[in-house]
Structures are given as structure tokens and as C-alpha cells.
């Protein structure tokens, strides 16, 4: 099972148009634990422009939190934003995980 938390700073962040993200492997909020690789999705996010950073924290609780920042580029601007979490910080987190989305500019 798997949570999601969002939150964000910046000014001008339209935070109010960001839906959850979504774990595209996982099948009824479940992801197998011995997956290769998970991908994360997020958006497409109005008012994300280019130079804003995207954080996606990966956390099983304890010691098994990982977080992964992404620059906005020019092309990635009205688009949904992906990110790969290995299967190294997936196993970990068989009880369960949460993902965390921070965005700010």
C-alpha cells in the first residue's frame, strides 16, 4: 500500500492544479517489492516553468527515505514529470511507502 503527500513553496506556484502522483507499476495502490524500477508521474502541473525544481521523496519509513530533485527545462514545460526510483529503494519499503512531491522556484 502506498500514500501520497503534496506540498509546496514558491511564489506564484499554482499548488491547487497538481493532482496526486501516480506509481504507473502499481496495481490497486499495491507495487511489487521486487519491481526493477518504479516511475513516478506527476502532472502535467500548470504554472511549472522552466528553471523550477521538482523534489519527489520516496520514504518507507525509518532509514528507507530517498529523494530525487528534477530541473525544469524548457521542453519538460507543460508536461507531465517522470521519475525513475530503482529497485534497490523500492525493496525496503515492502510495509508500505509514501510518496512526497515539493515543488518551488
Same mark, same amino acid.
Given at each position: 500500500m502506498f500514500g501520497v503527500q503534496v506540498s509546496g513553496e514558491g511564489e506564484g506556484l499554482l499548488m491547487g492544479v497538481l493532482s496526486a502522483p501516480v506509481v504507473e507499476e502499481a496495481v490497486e495502490e499495491e507495487l511489487d517489492a521486487a519491481i526493477a524500477e518504479a516511475t513516478v508521474m506527476i502532472g502535467p502541473v500548470e504554472g511549472l516553468a522552466a528553471g523550477d525544481e521538482v523534489t519527489l *521523496?520516496? @520514504?518507507?519509513?525509518? @532509514?528507507?527515505?530517498r529523494k530525487y530533485a528534477? *530541473? =525544469?527545462?524548457? $521542453?519538460? %514545460?507543460?508536461? $507531465? %514529470?517522470? #521519475?525513475? %526510483?530503482?529497485?534497490? @529503494? =523500492? $525493496?525496503?519499503?515492502?510495509?508500505? #511507502? %509514501? &510518496? $512526497? &512531491?515539493?515543488?518551488? *522556484?
Amino acid at each position: 500500500m502506498f500514500g501520497v503527500q503534496v506540498s509546496g513553496e514558491g511564489e506564484g506556484l499554482l499548488m491547487g492544479v497538481l493532482s496526486a502522483p501516480v506509481v504507473e507499476e502499481a496495481v490497486e495502490e499495491e507495487l511489487d517489492a521486487a519491481i526493477a524500477e518504479a516511475t513516478v508521474m506527476i502532472g502535467p502541473v500548470e504554472g511549472l516553468a522552466a528553471g523550477d525544481e521538482v523534489t519527489l *521523496r520516496w @520514504d518507507g519509513g525509518g @532509514d528507507t527515505g530517498r529523494k530525487y530533485a528534477l *530541473r =525544469i527545462e524548457d $521542453a519538460q %514545460v507543460g508536461n $507531465a %514529470v517522470r #521519475f525513475r %526510483v530503482p529497485g534497490p @529503494d =523500492i $525493496a525496503p519499503c515492502e510495509g508500505g #511507502f %509514501v &510518496v $512526497a &512531491v515539493t515543488m518551488g *522556484r
